[in-house]
């Protein structure tokens, strides 16, 4: 039973930082690589950032790139994206997802705001 959980989200002033943490199990998490996605309100859900499953290889949104950082940590089966000088529109909810099988795995995801 694949399980992922987004947290960390919260409210933020503009170029403040969050860090927020997908937690998984079900599966070997060490195995898959991960990604990053966000849906702000009326736009599609939209590629963030992507992580290998060692971790030595990253992919980012070139509207995040040089501000955010997607790591992961194999012994806790978590993958982090840490957010600095966030913008106001950061601000969506983001969400966790592993391809196993063919199959898209989601979490609930975490509401970020980005306001002053």
């Known amino acids: 039973q694949v399980q992922i959980v987004e947290s960390g989200g919260g409210l933020v002033q503009p170029g403040g930082s969050l860090r927020l943490s997908c937690s998984a199990s079900?599966?070997?998490?060490?195995?898959?690589?991960i990604s990053w996605y966000r849906q702000a309100p009326g736009k599609e859900r939209e590629l963030v950032a992507q992580?290998?499953?060692?971790?030595?290889?990253?992919n980012y949104a070139d509207s995040v790139k040089g501000r955010f950082s997607i790591s992961r940590d194999n012994v806790k089966n978590t993958v982090y994206l840490q957010m600095n000088s966030l913008e106001l529109e950061d601000t969506a909810v983001y969400y966790c997802?592993?391809?196993?099988?063919?199959?898209?795995?989601w979490g609930q995801g975490t509401q970020v705001t980005v306001s002053s």
């Open positions: 997802n592993v391809w196993r099988f063919g199959v898209p795995y």
């Open positions: 079900g599966f070997t998490f060490s195995n898959y690589g």
């Open positions: 992580i290998s499953a060692s971790g030595q290889d990253t």
